[in-house]
C-alpha cells in the first residue's frame, strides 16, 4: 500500500494530489528499503527527510513563533525547522502509552536527524550515539526484510494509536528500529490526514499555489 492509494484524504482534493506527487514516491521508496536486509542508516536519514517535509507543508502549527532571550532581552521569532520536526513527532507519531514524546521526539532530532544530515552520524560526544537496527528475525536469529503482504496488513489497519516501541535505550546509548520507525510515519500521515482542522488550512493554502509555508 502506498500513500496515493489511502481514502483518507478524499474530501482534500488539493492534500490528496500533493501526497500522490510528492509524498507517496519517498514512501514507496523507503518501502522498498524494508524488504532488504541493511541499508539501515539510509532508510533512517531517508524517514527523517520526510518528517522535515511534512513538517513545513501538510503540517502547521496553531502557533509558529516562539519567545527567545538576546542579550537579556525577549524576542519573538519564527519557529525553527527543528523546532516543527519536533512538534510534528510529538503531536501525531503513534507513541506508546507512557512513552515521553516530547524527549523522544528531541533525541531523534538531536542525535539522529541532524548527525546523519550534517556530520555523516557522528555526535559530538561519543556516548550520545544511535544505533539504527532492523528487529525481523527468523527462527535462527537472522534478519529477515518484510515482505509485500505483512507490510500491506499493518499499513491498512484501522489502528493508528499504535506502533511497537521505535527507540529503546540500551546501557548509555540508544536503539533506534528502523522498521518501526517506518510504519509510524505511514501512520503518522494517515493520523494527520484525520486532524480536518490541519487538513482545511493545508487544502487552502495549497489551492492558492503555497505548499511549502516556511520561508
Known amino acids: 500500500m502506498t500513500p496515493a492509494e489511502l481514502t483518507d484524504l478524499k474530501d482534500w482534493p488539493k492534500v490528496e494530489r500533493f501526497v500522490k506527487k510528492r509524498i507517496s514516491m519517498q514512501y514507496e521508496d523507503l ?40 542579550c537579556g532581552t ?9 523546532d516543527l520536526f519536533k512538534l510534528l513527532l510529538k503531536a501525531y507519531y503513534p507513541w506508546q502509552k507512557g ?8 533525541i531523534i532530532y538531536n542525535f ?31 534478519v529477515v526484510a518484510w515482505t509485500d503482504q505483512e507490510l500491506d496488513a499493518i499499513e491498512r489497519s484501522d489502528d493508528l494509536d499504535n506502533v511497537p516501541v521505535t527507540l529503546k535505550r540500551s546501557g548509555k546509548k540508544w536503539r533506534l528500529i528502523v522498521e518501526h520507525f517506518y510504519l509510524g510515519l505511514f501512520k503518522l500521515l494517515r493520523r494527520l490526514a484525520k486532524d480536518k482542522t490541519q487538513m482545511l488550512e493545508a487544502q487552502k493554502r495549497f489551492a492558492s499555489g503555497k505548499f511549502v509555508w516556511h520561508k
Not at 99 to 106: A, G, H, L, N
Not at 127 to 137: F, H, L, P, T
Open 31 to 70: 518501502r522498498k528499503l524494508m524488504q532488504e536486509r541493511g541499508f539501515n542508516l539510509l532508510a533512517v536519514a531517508g524517514l527523517c527527510d520526510l518528517v522535515s517535509g511534512l513538517s513545513v507543508s501538510l503540517y502547521k502549527p496553531a502557533v509558529t513563533k516562539k519567545w527567545i532571550v538576546v
Open 112 to 142: 539522529v536527524r541532524n548527525p546523519l544530515a550534517h556530520s555523516l552520524g557522528m555526535g559530538k560526544k561519543s556516548d550520545r550515539s544511535i544505533e539504527a537496527a532492523k528487529c525481523k528475525k527468523d527462527k535462527d536469529n537472522n
Open 74 to 82: 525577549k524576542k519573538q521569532v519564527d519557529l525553527g525547522t527543528g
Open 99 to 106: 512513552e515521553r514524546r516530547k524527549r523522544k521526539s528531541e
